[in-house]
């Protein structure tokens, strides 16, 4: 696999969203082989030691795809900043869940 950007390797393996690793990255939590990661910078995921706040991050392996007919009155999000209902009160699994909608 080619290299990546580590913010991006984070997100994928489920931390946070892209711009939430970003802020990890800059916090300095964030370490690539030892050494203080920098945004921008691009890591192999299958080469590559890549830590936060010490602990080793790897990828997800395993990926689920669930396709949900969307009652009204639920949105399409992890977290609400309204409280509303969201398609993650509708399942009850325990991989992490990525909501997507159809463009």
């Not at 990828?59 to 949900?68: D, F, N, Q, T």
């Not at 009160?89 to 159809?102: F, M, Q, S, T, Y």
């Amino acid at each position: 696999m080619e290299e990546i950007r580590l913010q991006r390797f984070l997100a994928q393996a489920g931390i946070a969203s892209r711009r939430k690793c970003e802020e990890l990255i800059n916090e300095g939590r964030v370490k690539v082989n030892g050494e203080i990661a920098k945004i921008g910078s691009k890591v192999n995921p299958y080469t590559d030691k890549i830590f936060l706040d010490d602990k080793l991050v790897k990828l997800e392996e395993k990926k689920v795809y669930i396709l949900l007919n969307k009652p009204v009155g639920y949105v399409t999000t992890a977290k609400d900043q309204f409280n509303r209902n969201t398609v993650l009160d509708l399942i009850d699994i325990e991989e992490r869940v990525v909501p997507a909608r159809k463009a």
